[in-house]
């Protein structure tokens, strides 16, 4: 299969708001992929906007400057992904120029359409509406099947590409069930803006949690092996000593359980979450950065107990289980509630001691691994700060054709200019699309970098984040967590915007 093939339906996909064509687009790339397994698997990751590598060591600078694209297609799905992998693999003295070199080798055979595709899927900016559910569906129509039993195997499973690959080169999807040791798509939350509002949600009764600022775990034992994984279900066993020590603890021969490690000062409340986040990416010296800033883990669901699964289970079954094995001390805050005054104290208290929000979990909710669904709410307060807009990318797929992803620019009084401390493109309307893209082709300096447009700092922009954390990228030193657009501020001027030290503040 040509890569040009995955890209078009990349763009057809993003061309139309309609789920059922997004489905129909995408079954028909899979149904010409099959029944290559691996072709199969190639073709939902990507569409997914992963890679199957997962990281390959390449960031934005690699891809700032692209070569002039090819007049044909070459390139194919597999020849890719091998590159993919080849520069994923490299390592040591000269890694990053044998990197460069093949990187620049595979955007020089790709075409234009190819090239904006793989700056995209290796930005992590593939945005073409192919969400996980689109995805299950246009597998299940791809194979003829029941789309729920496309879904239940990739939550069991905890990887849609491999269950794709199964439905559609003739395997079974018997095999994606529950099993300790494999790793399970996480439940997911939805949003409410106030305490009643998660109230509401679930009847007027609910149970609280306080919702810490860590790094989410799901962590199985067989015995005397425990695995822990990430939310995106990397195993970083051998990075979190502490985990695997506090589960080996607890009286249970097999275990599947929902938690989160988290840094704490001596005062039990949270570092900064790259703090917590520091020991996630440590794989080398682990005891010694273990010494220097060890992790705490809370549980606060469990999946299976020795021989019992409890996906199905009502929330209040689950934690009676998990109250019945876990010791309080390692589990999180809990209020079980209809006194939307009594939830508000809760909330009050977990904000005061450093956490992020709270969690509204419906009593008598499955566990729906792998979805958002309303069976969690989560409840947290929402920071806002007047930005600048320093430039705008080119959208692709459904926004092609508009000026979409802005660049976000603080104020520095020392200087007067303004310094990035993010992007965003989320929080956007049709409408507001519309609106910057003229106002920004009216701001545009006539500088540009690929597909930035650079403008005048003129406009400023209201942006609601869900905090800031320490970053290398930006040349304030700090990024915005979670930024979208809230409004454009025609009322203010770029001299009354918020400035770095705003900014740093909240870090």
Request: glycine share 10%; charged share 20%; net charge neutral.
């Given at each position: ?60 600078a690699?891809l ?7 007049s ?61 559910g689109?995805m ?12 729920a ?10 990887d ?14 018997d ?7 494999r ?35 799901q ?8 695995t ?24 249970v ?28 990416g ?7 950065a ?20 409890l ?28 006194d939307?005054a ?113 403008v005048?700092p ?11 954390q ?38």
């Amino acid at each position: 299969m040509l890569l040009l093939e995955l890209a078009s339906t990349s763009i057809d996909v993003g061309g139309t708001s309609s789920r059922l064509t997004k489905v129909a687009h995408i079954a028909d790339l899979l149904r010409r992929a099959a029944p290559d397994a691996e072709l199969v698997a190639i073709v939902v990751s990507w569409l997914s906007g992963v890679l199957r590598q997962r990281q390959i060591g390449v960031g934005w600078a690699a891809l700032r400057s692209p070569p002039p694209a090819a007049s044909d297609p070459v390139l194919t799905v597999g020849q890719v992904d091998t590159v993919f992998t080849e520069i994923g693999g490299i390592s040591g003295k000269g890694s990053q120029a044998r990197r460069a070199a093949l990187l620049n080798g595979l955007f020089t055979a790709a075409t234009d359409t190819e090239q904006t595709f793989l700056l995209r899927l290796l930005g992590g900016e593939l945005r073409q509406g192919a969400l996980a559910g689109i995805m299950a569906d246009a597998v299940a129509k791809a194979a003829g099947l029941p789309p729920a039993a496309v879904q239940r195997a990739a939550m069991l499973g905890g990887d849609l590409p491999a269950v794709a690959a199964a439905a559609l080169s003739g395997g079974s999807l018997d095999a994606f069930t529950l099993r300790v040791g494999r790793p399970v798509g996480p439940m997911l939350a939805q949003t409410a803006a106030s305490i009643p509002e998660a109230l509401e949600k679930h009847g007027g009764t609910t149970i609280f949690e306080a919702k810490l600022d860590g790094a989410r775990v799901q962590i199985h034992r067989a015995g005397e092996q425990v695995t822990v994984y990430t939310r995106s279900l990397d195993d970083v066993t051998a990075r979190l000593p502490e985990v695997v020590e506090a589960t080996l603890a607890l009286p249970v021969h097999e275990l599947i359980a929902d938690g989160e490690a988290i840094a704490l000062r001596p005062d039990n409340r949270p570092h900064r979450f790259q703090v917590t986040a520091s020991r996630f990416g440590r794989s080398v010296d682990v005891a010694a950065a273990r010494a220097k800033q060890p992790l705490s883990v809370f549980f606060f669901d469990i999946l299976h107990r020795d021989g019992t699964d409890l996906l199905d289970a009502p929330t209040s079954e689950r934690l009676a289980s998990l109250d019945g094995l876990v010791p309080a001390s390692q589990r999180v805050d809990r209020l079980h509630t209809s006194d939307p005054a009594a939830a508000a104290a809760f909330l009050e208290a977990t904000l005061a001691a450093g956490h992020e929000g709270v969690m509204a979990k419906a009593p008598d909710a499955p566990y729906q691994a792998g979805r958002r669904g309303a069976g969690w709410v989560k409840v947290k307060p929402v920071h806002t700060l007047d930005l600048v807009v320093l430039a705008v990318e080119w959208g692709s797929g459904r926004r092609r054709g508009k000026l979409s992803n802005i660049h976000l620019g603080a104020r520095d009084p020392d200087t007067g200019g303004f310094v990035m401390v993010g992007k965003t493109f989320k929080g956007m309307t049709d409408a507001m699309l519309d609106w910057q893209t003229a106002r920004f082709s009216e701001l545009a300096t006539g500088g540009t970098d690929g597909y930035v447009v650079h403008v005048r700092p003129e406009q400023v922009v209201e942006i609601a984040l869900d905090g800031v954390q320490g970053s290398s990228r930006y040349p304030g030193g700090v990024a915005l967590r979670f930024a979208r657009v809230v409004r454009y501020r025609d009322d203010k001027r770029p001299a009354e915007a918020d400035t770095i030290d705003a900014v740093r503040a909240m870090y």
